[in-house]
């Protein structure tokens, strides 16, 4: 790295999780990504997200792939019209439920918050449509019927995964509810992490957040409260987006309280 190259850096990645989210990114794949210049691969990053399937060893980047942020750059230090921001992970979604939540981290500072910021940034564009999708689903469906719907999305080549849970109740009923979904998911993944938030009906916004990160043990009370859980083929770009069917009220609740729908989340 060079002073040019990091002066380019700090200016286009404004924001820390996305500049460290980079920084983590680039380094993680070491030698395996191939360029004559460093702003190749940050070009690449910017239009594309810099993201490596585990079935290639190498990549290498021709220098072409640096024109659209070299004109971006010329138009902010001299004036040539034309895009000060190359199209990409910058301008792609913004505006949209993945934008939002990225922009809600970035704010709340909070160590848990920002592993998940970290991830996030990670993931591949279908995923992120997939959430996008996924978050609007939930938040028609709360507005609709009044009750508590949640996605979950489970990434292998990470042992981890994300819940996003949709309610507007009091803080200590959510909590406990989204924390529950979380560890349930966890243990039927024998996931090593898993990640949760939970956003409100009215605005796109994280309400609060959860991390669970302990060594996966099997227990016969999960076991028996897992059973019924659908299975997610994980996958690091192909996540699964698993809506709840309907159930009645008389029927055990879905959560894994072992409560009947009415005496538990219907409330």
């Known amino acids: 790295m060079n002073v040019f190259l990091l002066d380019v850096m700090t200016e286009l990645l404004q924001s820390p999780l996305y500049f460290l989210s980079y920084i983590n990114r680039r380094t993680s794949y070491g030698n395996k990504i191939h360029s004559t210049h460093e702003l190749t691969i940050l070009a690449y990053h910017l239009k594309k997200n810099l993201w490596m399937d585990d079935e290639y060893s190498m990549m290498y980047f021709e220098d072409d ?33 993945f934008d939002n939540i990225i922009t809600d981290i970035n704010k709340l500072e909070h160590p848990t918050i920002v592993d998940l910021g970290f991830l996030l940034l990670s993931l591949s564009g279908e995923t992120i449509d997939s959430i996008n999708k996924g978050i609007n689903y939930i938040k028609k469906q709360t507005r609709e019927d009044g009750l508590n719907h949640d996605i979950t999305l489970a990434f292998g080549s990470m042992q981890s995964g994300l819940t996003i849970h949709c309610n507007n109740d009091n803080l200590s009923k959510s909590t406990a509810r989204l924390d529950n979904h979380c560890r349930q998911r966890k243990y039927k993944q024998k996931a090593k992490s898993w990640f949760g938030i939970c956003i409100g009906t009215l605005f796109p916004n994280i309400r609060f957040g959860t991390k669970l990160e302990y060594k996966w043990e099997q227990s016969a009370e999960l076991d028996n409260l897992v059973k019924y859980l659908p299975n997610y083929h994980a996958s690091n770009s192909k996540p699964n987006f698993i809506k709840h069917k309907k159930i009645k009220r008389n029927e055990k609740c879905l959560c894994g309280s072992g409560k009947k729908y009415k005496n538990c989340c219907l409330e």
């Open 65 to 97: 792939i640096g024109a659209g942020l070299d004109l971006a750059m010329l138009s902010r230090r001299d004036g040539v019209p034309g895009l000060d921001t190359p199209d990409g992970i910058l301008t792609l979604y913004k505006g949209s439920y």
